[in-house]
């Protein structure tokens, strides 16, 4: 019975999923129009880059004022309500996030509409689980169901749209996980082809694989979609880096971005960068790619700077549609320089574009699956299988190599959170080094001969000691290994431990507020058992040591942490459901809160208030009593909607600006 109710639950995300992609399509439709409109009052270009700037503020504006979650292409903040929210999704940021869309990509743009659809069904898809009070594991895959659903009702392609969102959005391919995620996929795509289209969202023609010769090239063909796709990753981290350091509003950033996007298109007489461009694409692979390489080469470059442009200042739009557009054009160019060498070998040069299509996007969004069936979905024809897989699946193992993060994953790495197949990474970023040392260790001076240090090794039972001089400064560290090594070369047992122990000065060392993740790394590195911990203001000053046993002790520590919070996020979102909002908050120097404990924040905090978690560079804190908040923790907190207000004052009124706001 409770599959049952998980499966009729996805058919209505399903529908409704695929009614909101619907309404999505007809809205920038008619922002299209406006533009248009617009653009015959106002001389060209200045009526474009007008509309374009206009754009940027209004989306800004919202985004800053009412809703942070809208910022940018969306699939981040699914991936990170799954992972790390139990999938609650702010409801309310459905109709927000396709407005805001609809006005970026109206308006000419350069972004796709899938990842918005994705972000708007994970919302409906969120929205529905809490309405019937499923838990936190079926809720995922109603956000997964949702997801999916948008993807398969924009590219009338059910199949890859659930393979998206079980490859990218939750990362777990289980039997019931699939069946209702194909469910809610298939019912979206016929909702959105009864109400818009039946076709896919291009045409795509059936070329053929005309020889076994043409494997080299698409080989290539995969290696350059990855580089390419490691480069877009890095350009669009960098670019949404520099936005944010900039010292102003952001709709004056979001505006600059678009009227960025604007002068790059008036490069090109004809603009193609402006909008998703799969029209365009579309045209030129029907075409079998006749456009010139210099065109090609100068749209692929321009495309990347433009979708950069207009996501990373803080637009609302997906990086779906540019890959694809990126991908074509690269597979345009090894086509179209194939065909000039050997015209007989690589006969279609669209062949080339489309298979580049599937390849940089699995590069990019480290989704193979996707890339493969979206493509095979749109041309229905499996003759071009075989270098179609070799190329996505080549693609997307080497862009691990050079890049190791996805495009949406690279943007959660900026705010400290690392997620690998849809979990948190690095679970020890969350344990600081200070907190599992073993202190008051034993030690051994300079001057002990090795014959007593043998001695005390046996006594001791431990495998190495630190060297500690009269004045309590640390000389260095001897190990088991370092006495076997003396005794191999028959060092005489008077010889002093200083002449066997790794002195001070090639001693590598870490301080007690690292985190044992990165110290982990350390000794990983260095094929290291053990790494004294000093002083960050006396650096000769040992600590402690962080030993094999004691990461051990911490991945416990931190394994018991991470359970803690998420019962703290169910039993959070399961009590005040229908009444209270997840709230984040971002603490300033200049806030009331900063250098403040918990407790001393106790009186003024509201009756109906959790704080569920603090982030700190990186690392996963869970408040307690004496935790003292300083300036850039990420505060999240539940509270009752009618008690938002006496929080924000309590925090204090200059993170305001920093509160997004999710509905559990």
């Known amino acids: 019975m409770s599959e049952m109710a998980l499966v009729s639950a996805a058919v209505l995300v399903g529908a409704g999923t695929g009614v909101l992609a619907a309404l999505l399509i007809w809205t920038m439709g008619q922002v299209e129009n406006f533009a248009i409109w617009v653009q015959s009052l106002i001389p060209d270009p200045f009526g474009l880059l007008f509309g374009l700037v206009a754009a940027g503020l209004i989306v800004g504006l919202v985004v800053e004022r009412w809703a942070p979650e809208a910022k940018g292409h969306g699939v981040p903040e699914v991936i990170k309500a799954v992972a ?22 109206g308006m000419g743009g350069s972004a796709g509409r899938e990842g918005p659809i994705v972000q708007i069904g994970g919302a409906f898809g969120s929205a529905i689980g809490r309405r019937f009070r499923f838990s936190g594991d079926r809720l995922r895959i109603l956000v997964a169901c949702g997801s999916g659903a948008g993807i398969a009702a924009v590219f009338n392609a059910p199949i890859a749209g659930a393979m998206f969102a079980l490859e990218v959005i939750i990362h777990r391919f289980t039997v019931g996980n699939f069946g209702a995620v194909v469910v809610s996929a298939v019912t979206g795509s016929i909702v959105v082809s009864r109400l818009v289209s039946k076709v896919p969202a291009f045409p795509v023609p059936a070329y053929k694989f005309s020889h076994l010769s043409e494997l080299p090239i698409y080989i290539i063909l995969g290696v350059l979609a990855a580089l390419w796709a490691s480069l877009f990753i890095r350009v669009f981290t960098w670019g949404e880096r520099t936005f944010d350091h900039w010292h102003m509003s952001l709709p004056v950033k979001a505006a600059i971005g678009m009227l960025i996007t604007g002068l790059l298109a008036l490069l090109l007489p004809d603009r193609q960068i402006l909008g998703s461009g799969l029209e365009f694409i579309g045209e030129a692979i029907s075409n079998n790619i006749t456009m010139p390489l210099q065109l090609m080469m100068a749209l692929l470059v321009l495309k990347m700077l433009a979708t950069t442009a207009t996501l990373g200042s803080g637009n609302s739009g997906g990086v779906f549609a540019p890959n694809l557009f990126m991908g074509a054009l690269l597979g345009g160019i090894v086509g179209s320089v194939a065909h000039a060498f050997f015209p007989t070998v690589a006969v279609n040069p669209g062949s080339y574009a489309l298979v580049g299509m599937a390849a940089v996007l699995a590069a990019a969004e480290h989704a193979p699956i996707t890339g493969i069936l979206l493509v095979f979905e749109m041309s229905a024809d499996y003759q071009l299988i075989l270098p179609l897989m070799l190329t996505t699946v080549l693609a997307a193992l080497l862009v691990e190599l050079f890049a190791g993060e996805s495009i949406y994953t690279s943007e959660l790495g900026l705010e400290g959170i690392r997620l690998r197949r849809g979990r948190d990474e690095d679970v020890l970023s969350g344990v600081t080094v200070g907190e599992v040392m073993t202190a008051n260790l034993e030690s051994v001076s300079p001057d002990m001969t090795l014959e007593e240090f043998g001695r005390k090794l046996r006594v001791t039972h431990h495998h190495g000691l630190p060297v500690i001089d009269r004045e309590e400064h640390l000389v260095g560290i001897v190990t088991i290994r370092d006495l076997e090594n003396a005794l191999d070369k028959k060092t005489p ?11 001070r000065k090639d001693l590598l060392t870490a301080f007690p507020d690292e985190t044992i993740g990165d110290v982990l790394r350390k000794m990983g590195q260095h094929a290291l058992g053990r790494i004294p911990i000093v002083d960050p203001d006396d650096q000769d000053r040992l600590l402690g040591m962080v030993r094999r046993e004691d990461i051990i002790n911490a991945y416990k520590v931190a394994l018991a942490r991470k359970a803690e919070l998420q019962q703290r996020v169910d039993e959070a979102g399961a009590r005040h459901a229908d009444s209270a909002m997840f709230v984040e908050v971002t603490i300033t120097e200049d806030c009331a809160a900063c250098e403040k404990t918990i407790q001393d924040l106790s009186p003024c905090l509201p009756h109906d208030c959790v704080l569920v978690a603090v982030r700190r560079r990186g690392r996963l804190l869970i408040p307690h009593g004496d935790t003292r908040l300083v300036d850039g923790d990420l505060v999240t907190a539940l509270v009752a909607d009618r008690d ?17 706001i999710n509905p559990s």
């Open 644 to 660: 938002r207000e006496k929080l924000e004052k309590c925090l204090g009124h200059h993170a305001l600006d920093s509160i997004a």
């Open 493 to 503: 047992g008077t010889t002093p431990v200083r002449e066997i122990a790794t002195l």
């Open 84 to 105: 790390l929210r139990s999938g609650r999704i702010s409801g309310w940021i459905a109709p927000v996030k396709l407005g805001l869309s609809a006005i970026t990509i």
